[in-house]
């Protein structure tokens, strides 16, 4: 969207309220708009190449195209529905996210996404209704919050805001930052070499608006009244303070990039005999579970290979059935989406039988 101004970072912040002092300016009475960065030929390269989408932006494709009307880089990825589109708070952080590889457009704050009033005229922002086609997808990525009252802000802004986006055709997912790190931007920094693939596991690991509601209140809440949660820590990673029992049910609830897999990997080394199923329910996700965990894969093995296998990796939807051979496994990983597939698949029952350990993207720690 192009603008006749800048929104700029003063020396001395004026501030709009006694509590909260204004961090960016923008010129008096001009409307908050949505923002499109002018994309250059090497930003559109990273993003073609990430969705493997042909852009037709050479020299040789320009001069056979009319020069009065040369395609844009927003109008190729109109085109385009296949292409999800970011949305985070603030210029930089989609600066950011465009440097990776990502469609990402900026919003001036969490709440101008959309326009008009909850329960009578609340719609789209104007700026992103060409944007929002049937078999688009949007990702809300806002940043990480550690203060109550600003989680719930951000929590309500991203509801609406994905309600929004899916009354006017498209599909909304919600991915989170793990933290420490507030924005994107810091992210990516902190990161360093690692940022890309990080925050493509990240955007890759998004939400349902349901889903992300329901962690939400989750994660406030707790597991249940009835079943509290054990232990509760605050560090970087679980290893840190947590390790594993020899028996019993663990469930295990952690945000990404905490260090459960890692965790569990520990268990694996120290229990070399003991028999693991680490399911999942995307492919590549288990493929890079299975190479931390070292299991096998199902699909690199036969039925033979199966019925022998002490240390298996599967698809929680794959259509063959598992022989009879596989059974007392000692730990499931990624029980919420294991539990999800065989809702909704035939799958032959496996036997678990104690000591097992489960790990869970939404629960608490209990014995």
Request: hydrophobic share 40%; net charge positive; proline share 7%.
């Amino acid at each position: 969207m192009q603008r006749d101004f800048s929104i700029f970072l003063p020396c001395k912040s004026a501030p709009c309220s006694p509590a909260y002092k204004v961090k960016y300016e923008s010129p008096p009475k001009t409307p908050n708009r949505v923002t499109y960065f002018d994309i250059p030929n090497c930003i559109w390269d990273l993003v073609q190449k990430r969705y493997n989408i042909k852009c037709y932006n050479s020299p040789l494709s320009s001069r056979l195209t009319d020069r009065l009307n040369l395609l844009l880089f927003w109008e190729w990825v109109q085109r385009h529905p296949e292409i999800p589109i970011i949305l985070c708070e603030g210029e930089k952080k989609a600066a950011c996210l465009l440097s990776l590889g990502f469609a990402a457009i900026a919003l001036p704050g969490i709440w101008n996404g959309r326009v008009g009033k909850k329960d009578l005229d609340e719609r789209l922002h104007p700026d992103l209704l060409p944007m929002a086609q049937p078999g688009r997808k949007f990702i809300i990525l806002f940043d990480h919050e550690t203060n109550p009252k600003t989680r719930w802000s951000v929590f309500q802004a991203t509801l609406r805001t994905g309600k929004a986006i899916e009354a006017a055709g498209s599909t909304c997912l919600v991915a989170q930052l793990p933290g420490i790190e507030k924005g994107v931007d810091d992210f990516v920094v902190a990161r360093k070499d690692d940022a890309s693939a990080l925050l493509t596991a990240i955007i890759d690991d998004a939400k349902t608006l349901q889903d992300y509601q329901r962690s939400f209140y989750l994660s406030q809440r707790g597991l249940s009244s009835k079943y509290p949660p054990h232990i509760r820590v605050n560090v970087k990673y679980l290893s840190q303070e947590i390790e594993l029992p020899e028996s019993g049910l663990v469930v295990l609830g952690s945000d990404m990039g905490t260090g459960k897999t890692e965790l569990l990997s520990k268990w694996r080394d120290s229990h070399p005999q003991s028999r693991f199923l680490n399911n999942g329910h995307r492919v590549n996700l288990l493929k890079n579970l299975a190479n931390r965990l070292k299991t096998e894969m199902y699909s690199d093995l036969g039925y033979t290979g199966l019925a022998k296998a002490t240390f298996l990796a599967f698809f929680t939807r794959f259509p063959k059935r598992l022989p009879n051979a596989p059974n007392n496994f000692g730990v499931i990983v990624q029980m919420y989406q294991f539990t999800f597939g065989l809702l909704h698949v035939r799958l032959l029952a496996i036997k678990i039988p104690t000591p097992v350990k489960l790990r869970s993207g939404c629960c608490k720690l209990m014995k």
